[in-house]
């Protein structure tokens, strides 16, 4: 049936209802809104399906520079947005957000072809990341070093780089209070370049078997009070992350 007609006889029905109810008693007055149900699901909508990844957010932008976002899609969940009809294909660019001991690491996918029907949902699944990963297993996915402490000790700890204590990410303080954990980022270089400090007074020294902060890497350690302990350290590249998605 004609669209217009359709809608035009549903209005010409709510008119009749109100009109018939609109002097009745008014503790018999019929819910018209139990009667029907308008749909908000008319037109064209695409639903991304990130079921491939269970542990990894997906951004979807529109643009190959990765400026206009057009979804947010959840770890193994679906996420529909509406959309003009393309039937001779629409792109999409997915960036994949990788949570690596409290940072966000991107990974930018390949692009996504995708017819798009008009008046319907169209369905778009998003490539498994591990999948896409095995293509460049080496490759670094940011420039930047982190460095996550442990404090098991009752003391604080504050981290220098020279003389000047640098702020722990995502708080507005340099100091990490006993029986927290702490995240730093750092720039690549010689581990001779900082200085772990308990209660900003007494020297904490750094494990004898590291040497050099590297560039695309997270260094975990772990303080019991007295010693620095590196329990690990991961590369920043698929390979490194395989774990993590």
């Not at 679906?78 to 690596?100: H, L, M, W």
């Not at 692009?111 to 490539?127: F, G, M, S």
């Not at 995502?170 to 400090?197: C, F, H, M, P, Q």
Request: overall charge neutral; proline content about 4%.
């Amino acid at each position: 049936m004609n669209k217009r007609i359709t809608g035009f006889i549903l209005c010409l029905f709510v008119i009749l209802v109100f009109a018939a109810c609109r002097d009745t008693d008014p503790d018999k007055q019929i819910d018209i809104s139990t009667w029907f149900v308008i749909s908000s699901e008319e037109g064209t909508r695409i639903r991304f399906n990130n079921s491939n990844n269970k542990k990894c957010a997906v951004l979807i932008y529109s643009d190959s520079l990765r400026h206009t976002k057009i979804a947010e899609v959840k770890a193994g969940e679906n996420e529909r947005v509406p959309s003009d009809p393309n039937p001779s294909g629409a792109s999409f660019y997915p960036t994949y957000q990788i949570k690596v001991e409290g940072v966000t690491i991107p990974y930018d996918g390949d692009v996504i072809v995708a017819r798009i029907d008009e008046d319907k949902t169209n369905v778009i699944t998003i490539p498994s990341l591990r999948t896409l990963a095995g293509k460049e297993p080496d490759k670094n996915l940011i420039t930047e070093t982190y460095i996550k402490i442990q404090n098991n000790g009752s003391s604080s700890l504050v981290l220098r780089k020279g003389n000047n204590e640098l702020f722990l990410e995502g708080a507005y303080s340099t100091i990490l209070n006993g029986g927290e954990t702490g995240l730093y980022k750092i720039s690549a270089g010689s581990v001779s370049d900082y200085s772990l400090r308990e209660n900003t007074i007494y020297p904490v020294d750094f494990p004898g078997n590291i040497t050099v902060f590297s560039a695309a890497y997270i260094y975990l350690f772990r303080f019991d009070g007295t010693t620095l302990v590196l329990q690990k350290q991961i590369k920043l590249t698929p390979a490194g992350l395989g774990e993590y998605f």
